[in-house]
């Protein structure tokens, strides 16, 4: 500890972190991305990725043309969720016009629709639906039925129907369903873990490549505060995102931060610590820029994007992938934040993950501790 | 000129320790991967029931519940805050809440309430979980209520028989959506970051000096960087549609030419795109970053995990600029609708469109002298 603090104190130390923050400051392109990344991500997640579906293009094939099949149509048309784009003239342009892709769901209704429903016990209506996105077809279907099925018992509105059931919906925590509570703590996890562990890495295996690894290595610093001082520019980066971050949330998507501060501190913390010893692994096992940009990229963006539950729910996965995403870190992290930022809860709740994340923070220093080379090759 | 500069792109490649191997085993781990992890079906929702009823029809309410393939019933509470607790605990995702007298009410007053609270902090569980739910709870009345009918009307009231079809994907498969444009993310990412690192690894080397002072114009230059990946590009597809019909069973219902074709364009697109980033660059980790940061939003914009439809209007003019999402879309119409390359003229325009466009500012944004 004593050393510790000693080294910190030393002007040498802070000279290092300096060199650092000239690195990344001169490189206005990069540095601007760092910066932009989760402004430009919040606002992709907050306003323009939805999976509401509405205005979809509905195509009509009405042989009867009648005043039953008009009044269903008109109440197709006037819900938000469907446009009439093609009125068909047989059942051959059904799938022509799906394979040109001019329209989601089609409606055949029977000839004779009316008829047959007042007199001959009941008519038909066939929906069709493009079912290359099975939620989005089977939500169409289900909005489609549900209109008809209101028409229907407007007719049978005479007939008292009896037993009924009516549910009350509550939506805890999140009453407007809105995705953002979902993908804030994602783009959190992710962009920490992109800045701590892929910069990080990166920038010590081009002083490798570069060769002035070596300039360092011999300068009286001693080899662990050279990482040291590599580690604290990107620290000062990730907090930065962390407050934009927390700041576009509550104040542009209206995500509230409900628990307390200090515990969602505390957690992002040893996020960073966590993600700052991958990025050292990484650098000691690779050997060029482009060796740790693929590990990085493949060994933990993409998982991280796919089994940290921030896109896909995991319980959804086949149980090797539930397995696999327990050992990403990024999950456990996420996996608290939702807790404490979005369902306020106190800190003893994510004490497991917290456990889980010192966990690892350990034996990930201590590798990368002993893999660490005071001598190049 | 061109065949030694392709022969030096091509030995540089395989020479390489890393770069074979990656272009063969990161399609496969995520061929692999990704269609199982991409799942955005709701099931298995864990249902907390609290029955404060305690009646033959609550009972019942609870077995259709527990029946459904839907829902799993993880927990009995005996009051609503103790299933509030059990939702804390992440033990169940949703609390159906039977009040006391459900029954007497249903006989007396034919009408009844039970009240549903989902966990909405995954907003999509929340809202499919708590409508599957009250669709599970308006089945049961109606069960309930044709029972009633049969005994008290005999006549027939007008009815509309509905008929539901599911086109193209009637087992409603959500990998048979997902594997297609997963391909397309595939190839992006390979033949997008590759060249996008490669003009900028020789100026960090210093050896495009050497190219410099050659006299190859700058379109035999471009093309020499471009068709190493188009290689590259085509290997990855094949692999891919190979994957895609042996281990997952989807194959297209249209022509495998077709595909090609718009693969061939598509990567010539794409790889231009990188070559583009990369003489802009001054150093790999910008390019690696530009790169990184386009791609994401590219393929957030693109349709792939969300349609393209549900985004507002200022989104949709956006993906007009995003070739990304014209190929998912040929991919996916030709993979699952048999659609032939007279239904998709539009694509193809748009593509190629951005095939001349990136690939000439590539050439352009080639300076021999600094």
């Known amino acids: 500890m004593n050393l510790f603090q000693k080294f910190i104190r030393s002007s040498q130390f802070w000279s290092f972190v300096a060199k650092e923050f000239y690195h990344i400051l001169r490189d206005k392109r990069t540095i601007l991305i760092l910066l932009g990344m989760p402004i430009v991500e919040i606002i992709l997640f907050g306003f323009a990725i939805s999976t509401e579906v509405n205005n979809s293009r509905l195509a009509i094939l009405d042989p009867s043309n009648d005043v039953a099949t008009q009044h269903i149509i008109r109440e197709m048309e006037a819900s938000k969720y469907f446009t009439v784009v093609k009125v068909l003239r047989s059942t051959a342009d059904v799938e022509p016009t799906f394979q040109r892709g001019e329209a989601d769901i089609v409606l055949i209704f029977s000839n004779e629709f009316i008829d047959k429903l007042y007199h001959k016990g009941g008519a038909q209506i066939q929906i069709i639906t493009d079912a290359t996105n099975p939620n989005v077809a089977v939500t169409l279907n289900n909005y489609a039925s549900s209109i008809i099925f209101n028409y229907q018992r407007e007719l049978a509105r005479l007939q008292k129907v009896p037993y009924q059931i009516k549910p009350e919906i509550k939506l805890l925590y999140n009453p407007a369903m809105k995705s953002s509570f979902n993908f804030v703590p994602g783009v959190m996890g992710m962009i920490l873990m992109l800045i701590c562990a892929m910069m990080t890495s990166i920038s010590i295996v081009r002083e490798k490549e570069t060769g002035t690894m070596e300039v360092l290595l011999v300068s009286p610093m001693k080899p662990l505060s050279i990482i040291l001082a590599k580690a604290v520019p990107y620290l000062v980066l990730s907090v930065v995102n962390l407050l934009t971050i927390m700041w576009l949330s509550v104040f542009v998507l209206h995500v509230p931060v409900a628990g307390s501060i200090f515990s969602l501190t505390l957690v992002s913390v040893i996020f960073i610590i966590v993600s700052l010893c991958i990025g050292l692994l990484i650098s000691t096992i690779s050997e060029t820029q482009v060796a740790a940009m693929l590990i990085s990229g493949m060994a933990l963006m993409m998982p991280v994007m796919l089994l940290s539950g921030m896109m896909f729910p995991v319980e959804n996965m086949p149980m090797p992938l539930q397995f696999l995403s327990h050992i990403i870190p990024a999950k456990w992290y996420i996996m608290a934040v939702k807790k404490i930022m979005i369902e306020g809860l106190e800190l003893k709740y994510a004490l497991q993950e917290i456990i889980i994340l010192c966990f690892m923070a350990v034996v990930l220093i201590t590798i990368s501790l002993k893999k660490f080379k005071i001598r190049l090759d | 000129m061109l065949r030694f500069l392709l022969e030096k792109e091509f030995k540089q490649i395989l020479r390489d320790s890393f770069l074979p191997r990656i272009i063969f085993m990161f399609p496969i781990m995520m061929m692999l991967l990704l269609p199982n992890a991409a799942n955005m079906e709701v099931k298995d929702i864990n249902v907390c029931v609290v029955d404060n009823d305690h009646s033959p029809t609550s009972e019942r309410l609870i077995q259709k519940v527990g029946a459904s393939p839907y829902f799993h019933i993880t927990s009995i509470a005996a009051s609503y805050p103790l299933g509030i607790h059990s939702i804390e605990n992440s033990v169940s995702d949703v609390i159906l809440e039977i009040p006391l007298h459900f029954e007497k009410d249903l006989e007396k007053e034919l009408c009844s309430k039970v009240f549903i609270a989902a966990n ?105 960087k471009l068709i190493p990946y188009w290689t590259v590009g085509f290997i990855v597809i094949s692999v891919c549609f ?54 994401v939003i590219l393929i957030l914009m693109s349709g792939l995990f969300t349609p393209v439809s549900s985004m507002p209007e200022w989104a949709q003019y956006i993906t007009i600029f995003n070739p990304l999402k014209y190929f998912i879309e040929v991919m996916r119409m030709v993979y699952l609708k048999g659609s032939t390359i007279v239904d998709l003229t539009k694509q193809l325009y748009a593509l190629f469109g951005f095939m001349v466009v990136l690939n000439g500012f590539a050439v352009l944004s080639y300076h021999k002298n600094s």
């Open chain 2, 120 to 224: 909405a902090v995954n907003g999509t569980k929340g809202g499919l979980g708590s409508s599957y739910l009250s669709a599970v709870v308006a089945d049961f009345s109606k069960e309930l209520s044709v029972k009633k009918i049969q005994l008290v009307n005999k006549n027939p009231s007008p009815t509309i028989v509905t008929n539901s079809e599911f086109a193209f994907n009637s087992s409603l498969d959500f990998k048979r959506f997902m594997v297609p444009a997963i391909m397309v993310q595939l190839i992006t990412i390979l033949c997008g970051f590759l060249p996008a690192l490669n003009i900028v690894s020789e100026k960090e080397k210093g050896t495009i000096e050497q190219l410099n002072v050659t006299p190859i114009n700058k379109f035999v230059f471009i093309l020499a």
């Open chain 2, 242 to 295: 190979a994957l895609g019909r042996f281990v997952y069973g989807i194959y297209p219902e249209g022509s495998l030419l077709t595909l090609y074709f718009f693969t061939a364009v598509y990567i010539l697109a794409i790889s231009g795109f990188g070559l583009l980033i990369s003489n802009s660059s001054s150093t790999m980790q910008q390019a690696m970053f530009v790169m990184f940061f386009l791609l």
